[in-house]
């Protein structure tokens, strides 16, 4: 059965089966951005003290990596492109343009021109998915029709345009430019750089200009963005032409020489930057009534917009994929056979006929309750950044700069919105919800630490994620079960008490799939009395070992780890049930509450809900 979605704006069509095997590898092309240091005044110097600081190079929030992981959106756009065109069950069709779109009780028809020739095809699919951006055909021409708006968020009420600009950086050097005054003062090439655009993200609170700038992308591509606003009565795009970026930008990479010990005034030598993309952008705080109707679904911007600050867009595009996708696998893959077991409630059904209206209401319920919090986060940025009233920002900036003198709270400030922890989605009556709420333990965000197999085989392969390890590529079912252990004792116990548990769950469990953690970093010298080693029993790894991993390369070493987290955040309960996007289902004390909610998984198979109660 086969999903479409339409992506870029219409000009592509991407048609996919939905499978359970397969996943996209996304190498980030820089593993950190370092700190957000946030500049006060009304002056355009990128060294000037920061009033306040949050260092993102930690290790914290539960993730495992560092606080922020920096992209460069082209590489990742061609990863995606080359994993759909390698993927068994996807198609990408190129220079395509969705003209129009119907469905009826059980299919979804999308009508495309094809470039460069205008002939029409049509697709017939399951599901449609319109990631198409804000202006694109799926809401647009489609479902605002029938009733879906996007609206402004109340709570979080923003709307502004700014420019972003991106400039890709070469260096000069003596033979070049040899006429530049800071080589007489000693400076390489690489130190001018650094100096003009140095290291870290710049939150620039000017109130006479907001704007944000910092590097991107691999070090050795030298990119640098700067984003600034566009205030009342000014034009987007006359404000993103030569002239006025000459009068906004340039001051920035231009110094007073008395600063280096020369005459004058120095500037960045201008044909060195070479101006890759500059162009206003209308942002706003937004989101869709409703995210799916009948068989579509909207994800990304096409559901809800963001404002800049924080670069939550693409995060949460993100985000909304992997919810939606284990939906949508569920709702296109044949219904495993009907059974009853002792462990279902007796008014657990019995047959499978997947509501598909309700699992994807509970997907957008979930999904606004992370938006909401991500766009206060975001906008909470933007408050900081675009202030203009004078008390206001004295305010401001002296109390956090006092702040900062007590070393517990400026740890607290550091950590953003860290300190928080992972997101946790509520219950909702009535909102379909896909996981077990109160002391059941679900709607967590599952956290992400570091493990080394303990089987020999497994131990060559050194350091990796758990959540790699959990959903290792080849796994079938598609929910996985993670057990905590405290040794071999456990382990034989445990093993033969689950080998029911596909059938309770109907298939969404497979009990040699399962994933042991030993609740320890201690290497373990022990014989497992198994007639092979297991390859699926790990320990859990230190900072030390991630650190002098192969994964640790072009990233900061891991500070405030807590490798008990993954097991100190999920109730200290042995069991835990997780769904693909890594939220937990259910956390279970023992053997009968994990059957007990295995049999409640079924309740997404027959009818794309899960009745509330433990």
Known sequence: MYVVCSLLCCSDVCVGKVGKGESVNIVMTRTGMGKFEFISGTHNELGREPFMVMDYNTTEGGTGHPGFLCHKQPAIEKHLRCKMEQAQHSQLRLGATVTSIREDAEWTYITYASSPTGQERQIRSKFLVGADGKTGFTRKHYLEPRGITLDQVTSSAYSQTWVALNWKISLPNSDTHPDFPLWRQGYTPQQVYDLFFPNDFRFLCNPQRAAVCGRFGLPADRLWRFEFVVLEGEDGMDMAGREKIQQVVYPYITHPGSKHGVDGYVRYPLDCIEVLRCRPFSFSARSCNKWAL??????????????????????????????????????????????????????????????????????????????DHSLASTIENGAYVCETDPLKIFVRDWYLWGMQLVPSWKRWLEQGNRKEGLTRYEWQERGNMAFLPGGSGGGKNFPQVYCVGVADKEEKKGVRFTDDVIFEQGKKGLFQLVVFIDGVTDLHRIQPLLNDIECISGGMLGAAETTFFLKTTKMIQTSWTLPTQPSNVYRLATGHEFAASPLCEGRPEPQYYEPDRIWRESDSKQFVILRPDRFVFATCKDVFELKRAAAKLTGLISDGWVEGGG
């Open 294 to 371: 009948g068989r579509v679904a909207l994800v990304g911007d096409a559901a809800h917009v963001f404002p800049p600050f924080g670069g939550q867009g693409i995060a949460s595009g993100f985000r909304d994929a992997m919810g939606l996708a284990w939906r949508l696998a569920l709702l296109t893959q044949p219904p495993p056979q009907s059974y009853h077991h002792p462990y279902a409630d007796s008014k657990q059904p019995t047959t499978c006929n997947v509501n598909h209206q309700r699992l994807l209401q509970g997907w957008y319920t979930e999904r606004k309750q992370q938006l």
